[in-house]
Every structure is written in structure tokens, then in C-alpha cells.
């Protein structure tokens, strides 16, 4: 079923790519088993609500190769492992204040070979780096993150979008949207372009920083 839904949404993917994302599964389920970091439950729709949730992104917006992202709390590697998959000429830094949930990262990372990726352990106040995005799943609210993020975007542009934030949220979005009311931002609703039921309500939330 899978590997379905990958054809079916992404034609275009190479062979190696759609057998990096078919080992996902079985990679983090063996994982899982030693260190808890995906709920057990969540284990049974691992493609769809990890994975694939991951990759809507990249129907709503494309990098240059060499653009810096910065996926910030990513927890078990999501979004930004399936990104690097997905844009293997996309640099990605993925770092979480959890020492196991990095662990598993760079694991994955290892596993397939994946050279476009590095996971730190790290607190985001001790980045000195600046990047061209920031991705954040389910990190914390709309209005904290433009702040925790802002002075870690770089000033110069070199995708079609300037720089900025992109976060993953969920629903209820109208309490997250007042963060944006008053400033350039696009929202992206996931149902648009995937017609799963678990996508229903969920969006992505672009806030650019000129």
C-alpha cells in the first residue's frame, strides 16, 4: 500500500528514491522496539501520518539545490528526513533537545545514505548558523516559532519564495492564523492535493522574512 501511495502522488520519483522511502518502515518499526519515540499506535499509519504527511510539502514548494533548511524539533526525523529523500540536493540540519530522538536520526540517515542530511543534538538558541528555511511539525504554536526563528533566516534570497518559516499544523487553525493576520504568509491546506481523511483540516503555514 505504500509504495502505491508514493506512484500514485509522486510519479516522477526515481527507483532509488521510492526504495528509501519503502525502507522507512521497517526501519523505524525495528527502531522503535528499543526506543520509543513514535507511539505504537501511530506505528500501524507510519507512511501516511509520518511519511507522506511529511512530503505535502512538496506539492506547494520546491528548493534550489543548495538551499539550507533547518528542520527545528524534529523529533524522529520528520519532516526533514523524507525531504532529504525527496530533494537530495537540499542541504538539511535536523536537531532536537532529545539526545534518543537524534540518535534514530542519524541512525536513518546512515541507513540510507543519505549525504544532503547531518541530526545534532542541540538547543536552537545555540545554532550560530542561519539558514534559508526553517521547517517545523508540531513544534509549538504559530506566533512562538516566527519568533524563535527569526534571526536564524538569512537575508539573501535565492528561491522562487523568499525566505522564511514553514510550519506543519493541524487543526484547529483559526487560533494559529491570528499570528499571521497581519503579515504576508500563505496557507497551504493539505486536503487540496491529498484526499486521505487524516489530511482533512491540516495545513502548512509559509511566513516569509524579506
Do not use: C
Amino acid at each position: 500500500m505504500a509504495i502505491d501511495l508514493f506512484k500514485k502522488y509522486f510519479p516522477t520519483l526515481t527507483p532509488d528514491q521510492l526504495v528509501k522511502f519503502v525502507a522507512l518502515e521497517p526501519f523505524y518499526k525495528e527502531w522503535n522496539e528499543k526506543i520509543n519515540v513514535i507511539s505504537r499506535k501511530d506505528m500501524d499509519t507510519f507512511m501516511l501520518h509520518h511519511v507522506l504527511h511529511s512530503l505535502t510539502l512538496t506539492k506547494f514548494m520546491n528548493f534550489k539545490p543548495g538551499t539550507d533548511i533547518l528542520d527545528l524539533g524534529t523529533g524522529g526525523g520528520f519532516p526533514g528526513i523524507p525531504l532529504a529523500i525527496f530533494f537530495p540536493e537540499v542541504k538539511f540540519h535536523l536537531i532536537d533537545g532529545t539526545g534518543k530522538k537524534i540518535l534514530i536520526v542519524n541512525e536513518a540517515i546512515k541507513h540510507l545514505g543519505l549525504k544532503n542530511a547531518m541530526g545534532e543534538h542541540i538547543r536552537l538558541e545555540d545554532i550560530v548558523t542561519k539558514y534559508d528555511f526553517v521547517t517545523a511539525r508540531a513544534v509549538t504554536v504559530l506566533g512562538d516559532l516566527i519568533r524563535m526563528v527569526r534571526k536564524y533566516i538569512k537575508s539573501t534570497h535565492q528561491n522562487s519564495r523568499p525566505n522564511g518559516l514553514i510550519a506543519y499544523k493541524g487543526f484547529p487553525l483559526k487560533e494559529e492564523s491570528k499570528a499571521v493576520r497581519n503579515r504576508p504568509h500563505e496557507l497551504f491546506m493539505i486536503s487540496d492535493k491529498f484526499k486521505e481523511e487524516y489530511f482533512e483540516g491540516k495545513g502548512i503555514v509559509y511566513v516569509p522574512f524579506y
